[in-house]
């Protein structure tokens, strides 16, 4: 059964560090766009970063921009969140996502998504 999941979710102080990982089991990575939703108490799911399928192009939201990375790992499978200098406002619900469909900037949290993970917590709080 085809399957997205993360891991390495938790709660950290501000200023703290996470990173995320999702693994794909199933089918194969490099197939797909990758990226990262994160869903806030009350909010909608909003994304987070994306990396194509060919490693070329990074997308970042502005909020995120310069404290996260996003990379992947074709050969094991794997992308990876990695989150510098959190802040309480990152606090929410991490949801690792694939597409197939070719992306020019990050896509919405919609039907074209072909795989979702089941999510993990992270809690930013002093």
């Known amino acids: 059964q085809a399957q997205l999941v993360e891991s390495g979710g938790g709660a950290v102080q501000p200023g703290g560090s996470l990173r995320l990982s999702c693994a794909a089991f199933g089918f194969t990575l490099d197939d797909y766009n990758i990226g990262w939703f994160r869903q806030a108490p009350g909010k909608g799911r909003e994304a987070v970063s994306w990396i194509d399928r060919s490693e070329t192009n990074t997308y970042y939201a502005d909020s995120v921009q310069g404290r996260f990375t996003i990379s992947r790992d074709n050969a094991r499978n794997l992308v990876y969140l990695q989150m510098n200098n959190l802040k309480p406002e990152d606090t929410g619900v991490y949801f690792c996502?694939?597409?197939?469909?070719?992306?020019?900037?990050?896509?919405?949290?919609?039907?074209?998504?072909?795989?979702w993970g089941q999510g993990t917590q992270v809690t930013v709080s002093s």
């Open positions: 996502a694939a597409l197939s469909l070719s992306i020019a900037s990050m896509p919405t949290p919609g039907p074209k998504i072909d795989y």
